[in-house]
């Protein structure tokens, strides 16, 4: 079972960037593909960023393309969410997601989360 641990939240003003991290306890975390996930109370919990555990594919939901960036960093163990350009709509409580062998967007196919990280962006 692998533990994820997210880190990197905080609150920052609109057109700002900040880099999420989600550290694995587990030592054969290549054979993980890891996502990022966000949810505000009271909405379901909505799929941001995946990147399969080859480190060679990354999707992105519509709302981030081209302003959110996912890598993975195998030596040690952590995921990443580079949020540039972040807008209000970005508030939210972004979770790290884990999975031997899905590496799509639906959250409910993900076997381990993370307690998650807040970002709040101010306008």
């Known amino acids: 079972q692998v533990h994820l641990a997210e880190s990197g939240g905080g609150l920052v003003q609109a057109g700002s960037s900040l880099r999420l991290s989600c550290a694995a306890s587990?030592?054969?975390?290549?054979?993980?593909?890891m996502a990022w996930f966000r949810q505000v109370p009271g909405k379901d919990r909505e799929f941001v960023a995946v990147i399969r555990n080859s480190g060679m594919f990354t999707g992105y939901a519509d709302s981030v393309k081209g302003r959110f960036t996912i890598s993975s960093d195998n030596a040690k163990n952590t995921v990443y969410l580079q949020m540039n350009s972040l807008i209000p709509e970005d508030t939210a409580l972004y979770y790290c997601a884990a999975d031997t062998g899905y590496a799509g967007s639906a959250s409910y196919n993900y076997a381990y989360w993370g307690q998650g990280t807040q970002v709040t962006v101010s306008s």
């Open positions: 587990e030592r054969t975390f290549s054979r993980y593909h």
